[in-house]
């Protein structure tokens, strides 16, 4: 009898296993067909698609408060923030939490050229595929049949269709403990004859939920260009940790992961790198060519700190042999509207600089030195001076208050018709350089958004905690632990050291306020350790962009499972 029995709950297994690889499938498609390029109004389509989901589920018909559209504030194309959150066990002071997190938001198909209307289809788009298109890898991961290919499906729709799914299952699950447990109280037992799979959902849901736990799935749209969905998230996270009283243990982003050259390897992320953008303005002396001496020439200065700090290998660092990139200049030129025969009145740059420990302070007092030597190989003065120094000038000027209203107006406006952060940075700088009436040559250094601060887990607290989360993942399944992503994620507001909680960024960018910001106290009160783990994936961003089937529908949710299980349980 007892062979018999077991053999059942095997057949029961098998079943169980490949349906939840089709309702994987089925909700990679789905969000695939949302087309959700970022920043267009298809992120809000996404938004709807993933909160229908839901709510169709059992649990949340009878929770509807466990889930919802958060809008994120101020934004123009009204976007939201989906989550999704199911308790489980004795209803007691805490329940630990992990949050399932991800982006719905994906970039552009334009790469895909005449197939871009096929791309977020993945049956459709691998017969548009060829050995034409692809690389000679991509190629052969085609016609091996193992991998999904589309726009989105690895990055990070097929990550959060497997968060979705493990979501629902959980969701499921919970009901059946709260079903089971009513009928203890009551009295009752579960008929052993029962339907085979009644019976067996009541006892898998008991092995799962023997301990009280939590599990919020939280979707955010705008990760791939200034990752507004996160920072809109923070209040939203602070509160539902109120008020479902969740004790924020791990966050896991469905990031899509590489792997070895092997392919045994997953290589995971305990960290997210941090990025600044310096922005540079120099004002020179205008004059007729013909008169060069006696004037100043801005492309000169700004080439000069160009060439001072472009590559600079001795500004960069080293964290367990993982090592950062050195500045590297995005944009410089001179902001001259036409040709003539003078010399530009102003230049401008700005340099991405990407940071393991190094703060903004730090990254302040690097360009100014460079800065100051750069302006010392000039025959004439040059003024050196950091935005926040240039702003409280400002406010002496009579005129202020109106100069500040019509300023705030016309950035918002710059912002609306999507002109970027550094663009409206500089406009900004030179709007304020023409109010307080400064004509002599100088050097301004500020800062353009985005910021995201360098985090990483072990730093954040229950550092002993977050260890045994590593240990274990590294238990479960080949991994190799990198102590930052270097791509930049939406982890850099899971939390923030103490060392980055300096003003000093604030002060210094002109955009910080109604323009660009995030709650940096909150950061500091959340302090979410979190690992960027998601499925295997190639070719992001590109015409091969694939996710791995097995590692999709089978090596990915089982992980997540047993991770969620291990913190639920541990102290």
Not at 368 to 373: E, N, Q, R, V
Not at 419 to 429: A, G, S
Request: hydrophobic fraction near 40%; glycine fraction near 6%.
């Amino acid at each position: 009898m007892r062979v018999r029995d077991e053999s059942k709950m095997a057949i029961h297994k098998t079943m169980k296993d490949d349906n939840s690889k089709k309702i994987i499938l089925e909700i990679l498609r789905g969000l695939m067909a949302q087309k959700s390029i970022t920043n267009t109004e298809k992120e809000i389509a996404a938004e709807e698609w993933i909160i229908n989901y839901f709510r169709r589920l059992a649990y949340f018909q009878k929770f509807p408060e466990r889930c919802g559209l958060f809008p994120l504030p101020d934004d123009p194309l009204r976007r939201s923030v989906v989550w999704a959150l199911i308790t489980t066990g004795a209803d007691t002071e805490t329940f630990p939490t992990v949050i399932l997190m991800g982006h719905h938001d994906v970039v552009s198909a334009d790469v895909y050229g005449d197939a871009a209307d096929w791309a977020f289809d993945p049956d459709t788009i691998t017969a548009h595929l060829d050995q034409d298109t692809l690389s000679s890898e991509a190629y052969t991961d085609l016609l091996s049949g193992d991998w999904i290919f589309g726009r989105g499906s690895c990055d990070m729709l097929g990550g959060t269709a497997v968060q979705m799914a493990v979501l629902a299952e959980q969701a499921e699950a919970a009901l059946q403990e709260e079903l089971k447990n009513n009928q203890l109280r009551a009295g009752k037992t579960v008929p052993a004859d029962k339907q085979m799979g009644e019976a067996l959902h009541v006892e898998e849901a008991t092995d799962c939920n023997r301990n009280r736990g939590a599990l919020l799935f939280v979707s955010v749209p705008d990760e791939e260009s200034f990752s507004v969905g996160m920072r809109g998230t923070l209040p939203l996270l602070e509160t539902i940790k109120e008020r479902f009283r969740l004790d924020y243990r791990l966050a896991v982003c469905a990031e899509p992961n590489r792997r070895t050259a092997d392919g045994k390897t997953q290589i995971v992320s305990a960290g997210s790198i941090g990025k600044l953008l310096p922005v540079v303005l120099v004002q020179g002396k205008l004059v007729q060519i013909g008169s060069y001496r006696d004037g100043v020439n801005p492309l000169g200065i700004l080439s000069r700190i160009v060439a001072a700090t472009e590559g600079d290998e001795n500004f960069t660092e080293e964290v367990e042999g993982e090592r950062s990139v050195p500045p590297v200049w995005m944009y410089a030129r001179d902001l001259k509207d036409g040709y003539d025969f003078s010399l530009p009145r102003r230049a401008a740059g700005y340099c991405n600089i990407l940071t393991f420990r190094k703060t903004p302070a730090q990254m302040l007092a690097y360009f100014l030195a460079k800065i100051k030597g750069a302006a010392a190989d000039v025959p004439h003065p040059v003024s050196v001076l950091t935005w926040v120094t240039l702003w409280q000038q400002a406010k002496q000027h009579a005129g202020f208050e109106e100069f500040l209203r019509e300023t705030e107006a016309k950035t918002d406006g710059l912002l609306r018709q999507h002109k970027t952060f550094p663009e409206v940075t500089l406009w900004l700088t030179q709007r304020t350089l023409d109010f307080v009436q400064m004509d002599k040559p100088l050097v301004l250094l500020g800062f353009a958004p985005p910021y995201y601060p360098a985090v990483r887990s072990e730093e954040l607290r229950n550092a002993q905690r977050f260890a045994k989360y590593k240990n274990a993942l590294a238990a479960w399944q080949s991994i190799q632990i990198e102590p930052y992503f270097t791509g930049v994620s939406d982890c850099s507001y899971c939390g923030i050291p103490e060392r980055e909680m300096s003003p000093v960024y604030q002060v210094n960018t002109p955009l910080w306020g109604k323009s660009y910001q995030f709650d940096v106290a909150a950061l500091a009160r959340l302090q979410i350790p979190f690992f960027l783990l998601g499925p295997w994936g190639k070719d992001l961003h590109q015409i091969g962009e694939r996710v791995n089937r097995y590692s999709l529908t089978e090596e990915y949710p089982e992980v997540l499972k047993k991770l969620l299980q291990f913190v639920w349980l541990s102290d």
